[in-house]
């Protein structure tokens, strides 16, 4: 199990806890429980490389204690 944590930078700060071989869009479904949004309105993004949905984790080289940019479509 790693633990990530998704920052909107609108005060909302999200730690979720999954598995490396989960896929973003897993990741999003589980950001979505606890924020209460859609898990389609959900954008995962580190600097300027959007996260695809149907990618894991491990392949992103996405590891325990890693920090996502949070944006809403």
């Given at each position: ?13 999200v730690r979720v ?36 949905d149907p990618i894991?984790?491990s392949d992103y ?13």
């Open positions: 199990m790693i633990e990530i944590t998704c920052n909107d930078r609108l005060g909302k700060k806890k999954c598995n490396p071989d989960d896929t973003i869009g897993d990741l999003k479904k589980l950001i979505a429980a606890q924020t209460g949004t859609k898990h389609e309105k959900i954008v995962l993004k580190k600097w300027y490389t959007i996260y695809k894991r984790l080289e996405i590891h325990d204690g890693m920090n996502l940019e949070l944006y809403y479509q």
